[in-house]
């Protein structure tokens, strides 16, 4: 049934109570309506809700655990933390209050040893593990059904995405008829830098991430000592407060680039550029050879990397091989490798060598960085999505940050360095008629 307030549905709950009726939409903030509906139709088997504070994210994971709970009856759930002792208060505890809130906990019995919630009707459970002890995930005894959820709460917490791909495949191995649904939340990291600020911007098929804050859930809902202390950290501290109460990434201070947007360029963008760049860092043995190519948007100040090759142990006959469908534009290539680049014109490719010199390491970072824009494709450009947002200034005793761009995991942005430096050059000459011509030295 769907209610006209709102358009969030009511849930019969046949296996408990015949004419029990549960109206959740003054529980569900307004930004979850649309995701509530999603979850409900199995539109993605894979969610990543990230947020501030008080955005209410807990509060709607759990609830669609309950109720996914309750519309099937073979279905069973599981909560992780990272270590065992956040457990009871945090998913273990709201469980608990979501149940209250929905009028329904009088038809569950909650256990704190062993830590589980059980729906007294059918035996269906809610169990709760630490993800620091591997062995705790596989003495999981359900009784009767299968596991269709997984909560991963704090997520950042955890040590990478293969951890999580290890855990979900033990949990959701066998019986592939059933659908399976996994829940991702965190507050993100400060640094873009950190693996899940880093994996949700990667596309996956059948993943949905999601963003909320506490602006958009109603004020009465949080009360005003929350809201006071929110305000008071936003006048004194907005850096803080972007990070804390609307869960932005706003850095460590360390990182090189942060005018990057990692993100699908369109089949729209993509038959618009004309113009197009190249850039070549050579490699062999541990580093890889790395090819970007690249759309320079001079007028609006934003660089889309389209194309990428990146693989070590390559000759330069596979290179050629490689890049044969590219020969359309010129590629600049790292200079120091003259042979190499001399082979590959022998071969028929078209490159030249990059004019570098003294400070052109620095003078290329620092125009990258004057860029409104870095638009970089994670599906067309792993490596430079990977190597840009990693990319930052190291510290040395005492957290005294070095004054020298480190030269390590920078390939990608060695090769669009070469494929600008035209550009680079062109952009110099206009700031010294420019200085030129108001007397300016």
């Not at 208060?89 to 040893?113: C, M, P, R």
Request: hydrophobic share 35%.
């Amino acid at each position: 049934m769907i209610m006209a307030s709102d358009g969030i549905r009511s849930y019969n709950m046949p296996a408990v109570a015949e004419q029990e009726q549960i109206s959740i939409s003054n529980i569900i903030a307004p930004h979850f309506y649309g995701l509530h509906e999603e979850i409900k139709t199995g539109l993605y088997n894979e969610y990543w809700l990230k947020g501030g504070r008080g955005s209410t994210k807990s509060t709607f994971i759990s609830i669609q655990i309950l109720l996914g709970l309750l519309k099937d009856p073979l279905a069973n759930a599981i909560a992780l933390r990272r270590y065992q002792n956040e457990l009871r208060d945090t998913v273990y505890g709201q469980f608990e209050w979501s149940a209250h809130k929905l009028g329904i906990a009088h038809f569950f019995t909650f256990n704190v040893s062993p830590m589980q919630i059980v729906l007294n009707a059918t035996g269906q459970k809610i169990v709760f593990r630490a993800a620091d002890n591997p062995r705790k995930l596989k003495s999981i005894n359900l009784g009767k059904g299968y596991i269709k959820y997984a909560w991963f709460e704090e997520v950042d917490q955890f040590n990478s995405i293969e951890e999580l791909r290890n855990i979900i495949q033990s949990l959701f191995r066998g019986e592939e008829e059933h659908e399976r649904t996994s829940f991702y939340s965190y507050n993100p990291p400060k640094s873009g830098r950190s693996w899940v600020n880093q994996e949700v911007k990667t596309t996956k098929p059948n993943r949905r991430v999601h963003h909320s804050d506490y602006t958009t859930v109603p004020s009465e809902w949080l009360g005003q000592t929350f809201l006071a202390e929110a305000e008071h950290l936003r006048k004194t501290n907005e850096i803080a407060y972007r990070h804390e109460y609307l869960g932005e990434e706003v850095g460590t201070g360390l990182e090189v680039f942060i005018n990057l947007d990692i993100r699908r360029i369109t089949s729209e963008e993509l038959d618009s550029f004309d113009k197009l760049r190249q850039g070549l860092d050579f490699g062999f043995a541990s580093d890889p050879n790395c090819f970007i190519r690249l759309y320079y948007d001079k007028t609006r100040r934003k660089i889309y990397l389209l194309k990428e090759m990146a693989s070590v142990g390559m000759h330069n006959k596979d290179i050629w091989n490689k890049l044969k469908p590219y020969n359309d534009v010129l590629t600049v290539a790292d200079s120091a490798a003259p042979k190499d680049i001399s082979e590959l014109k022998m071969f028929g490719m078209r490159i030249k060598g990059a004019k570098k010199g003294k400070g052109s390491v620095e003078h290329g970072i620092k125009f990258l960085q004057g860029l409104d824009k870095i638009i970089i494709d994670p599906d067309r450009c792993p490596l430079a999505a990977k190597e840009f947002m990693n990319y930052a200034l190291e510290q040395g005793p005492q957290d005294v940050i070095k004054n020298k761009y480190p030269d390590n995991d920078n390939h990608s942005i060695d090769a669009v360095r070469y494929a600008l430096e035209d550009d680079m050059r062109y952009n110099n000459k206009v700031r010294s008629i420019s200085k030129s011509s108001l007397g300016l030295r």
